[in-house]
Structures are given as structure tokens and as C-alpha cells.
């Protein structure tokens, strides 16, 4: 069901903002106007995880027809770093793409992390990305501020992550619809898939004391918000969240016409509260650069990323 959610209702609001319908070409057709400017940019993602999704820009880019970059993976865990720097030479991308182990929260970010394949090190990034990695930084001031101070004049730094409440929880606003909702939810859509358990009352899990899970996502809008002029902004979900996840969606049938005019309902009272400013969105895509003054970016209706902050 969250492929349906997100194919009939993600995609229309990400093509009205950024004229795409996947997430690796709302990074690839973010990156590429760099190259008009600068001839071997250098591309850095925080948190990249097995490298799959960077890969995947990366080939994006080269069939696009640009074949001098390279993109620098940055990722705690060791083995998701072998991983993806296997999966980089399997495919003979390694000249434009490798991997180093890097702990964001722990003081990892250094320029040295530039000097790239023996090449001259590098001053500057042309392009930050990160991809649902903000949610687990606890530092994230930190990150931040080594993202304004390299990122180029006219680099950019994307992301599409989480920003809902901290550990994933519903602000209280939300949670009432939820369990308005919920109350009239037959037994089978409140089975949790993740807990192997039927909840007959919605329990609003705090997921913060498992590996980071949105540690200070309540607080990522607001910083970015301080630090830097956002170019394309898109803002969505919100308590429609809940029914198409991972814990709960699953109960819904994406082939039931039934279950789909549910969620198709659910996804249409979402986008008025949000509109109306009654509940803020929890996923934001977010094409970012460093402060410049009198910057109006394009948004989704009235979302502006100020809009979009909710306020503890």
C-alpha cells in the first residue's frame, strides 16, 4: 500500500515541484546543472548506507552523459562500506564512485575525507546529499555547519528525509486523527507487522532507543531553515504516515478497491489539515543552497519550509 500511496500521491506532488517521479532522479536532475559550471565536481552522501541509491544516481548521471565526477559515499557501518564499494566495482564504476567509513556523530567529517584516489585534495563539495541519514545524527548543528562551510557558492544540498516528531511519534494534533481513525479500523488493519502484534488501542511508539530511529528529526527543518536559501521544497505526509509504513500498511490490499479508496480518503483529509496548517508534514525532498538573499523557492501550494515547521 505504500507504493500506492506514494505512486499516485508522492510522485504528483514531487513532479509538481522538481518535474520528476523517482527518487534518484530528483538527485540526478538536481546534480546535473552543476556540471555547466564546473567541469569534475566532487559529490559527497552522508550516511550512504549499502551505496545502493548512490549508485544508482551515478549511472543516472552517466546516461545522462557526464563521465567526469566522482562521488564520495560516507558511511558509519564498515561492512555496508565494503558492500558498496564491491557493488561499485562490479559494475566498473569504481573511478567515479567509492566509499570510506566516516562517524558523523562522533567528529568524522574532515576535508581529508576529500583527497580522493590520490588526486589533489579537494576545498570544496559541489553537491551534498542525504538520503533518510539526517533522522539518526544527533550532531546535527555539526553537520551542518560542514555543509555551509564547503559546500561551493553554487553547490547544492539535497536531501529527502524524515521530520516528523522526534522517535517517529505523532504530535499530539496528529494523534488524535490517528485514533479517530483507528476506532473505527476493523481488527485486521491493527495488526503491527514489525511486532508481530494486534493492538486494539494505536500505541504511539517513541522508536528513538533503537539505532537512532529519528533521534532529533523533529529538528532538522528548523536548522536547515537557519543555515541555508532553499531553491525547490517539497513538503508531505503527516498522520497518513501510519497506514501506509512498514508496521501497519501492510493490512491494507493495494488490489482492493476498497482498501485503496480508504487510504485514497485518508491521504485527501491529510493534504487539508496540512494545508491548513492543523497538522505539518513529516517527509520533506529539499534542494538546498548556501544563504543568498531574496531566494523564492518553488514549493507544493503554500509549503514553504517555514510553513512546514512545527514548533515543539
Known amino acids: 500500500m505504500f ?10 506532488k514531487a513532479i509538481a515541484v522538481f518535474g520528476v517521479q523517482t527518487v534518484t532522479e530528483f538527485y540526478a536532475s538536481q546534480f546535473a546543472p552543476i556540471f555547466d559550471k564546473i567541469a569534475d565536481p566532487l559529490f559527497v552522501s552522508l550516511g550512504s548506507g549499502d551505496g545502493t541509491q548512490e549508485i544508482e544516481i551515478v549511472e543516472s548521471l552517466v546516461a545522462k552523459g557526464y563521465d567526469r565526477f566522482h562521488f564520495l559515499g560516507l558511511e558509519l557501518n564498515p561492512i555496508l562500506v565494503d558492500a558498496a564499494n564491491q557493488l561499485a566495482r562490479s559494475k566498473a564504476l569504481g573511478p567515479l564512485i ?22 589533489s585534495p579537494r576545498h570544496e563539495v559541489h553537491g551534498f546529499m542525504a538520503q533518510h541519514s539526517l533522522h539518526h545524527i544527533v550532531e546535527l548543528e555539526q553537520t ?20 516528523g516528531r522526534n522517535g517517529h511519534m505523532r504530535w499530539p494534533e496528529a494523534l488524535a486523527v490517528v ?22 488501542t494505536f500505541v504511539d511508539w517513541d522508536c528513538s532507543g533503537y539505532g537512532f530511529e529519528g533521534i532529533r528529526a523533529q529538528d532538522i527543518l528548523r536548522l536547515m531553515v537557519e543555515r541555508f536559501t532553499f531553491e525547490k521544497f517539497l513538503g508531505a505526509g503527516g498522520f497518513i504516515d501510519v497506514f501506509v509504513d512498514r508496521a501497519f500498511g501492510p493490512n491494507f ?51 514553504t519550509p517555514e510553513f512546514c515547521i512545527r514548533r515543539p
Open 3 to 12: 507504493h500506492h500511496w506514494s505512486h499516485t500521491h508522492l510522485r504528483e
Open 253 to 303: 490490499d493495494p488490489t482492493n478497491d476498497g482498501d485503496r479508496l480508504l487510504i485514497d480518503c485518508l491521504e485527501g483529509i491529510n493534504d487539508m489539515l496540512v494545508d491548513r496548517g492543523i497538522i505539518k508534514p513529516t517527509l520533506i525532498y529539499a534542494s538546498v543552497m548556501k544563504k543568498r538573499p531574496g531566494v523564492i523557492p518553488k514549493v507544493y501550494k503554500n509549503r
Open 98 to 119: 567509492s566509499f570510506q567509513v566516516c562517524d558523523v556523530n562522533r567528529g568524522g567529517l574532515s576535508p581529508q575525507l576529500f583527497d580522493i584516489n590520490g588526486r
Open 144 to 163: 551542518f555547519d560542514f555543509i555551509d562551510q564547503y559546500l561551493a557558492e553554487d553547490g547544492r544540498f539535497l536531501t529527502l528525509d524524515v521530520i
Open 179 to 200: 485514533e479517530a481513525v483507528w476506532d473505527k479500523l476493523p481488527e485486521r488493519y491493527r495488526y503491527n507487522h514489525q511486532h508481530k502484534k494486534l493492538y486494539s
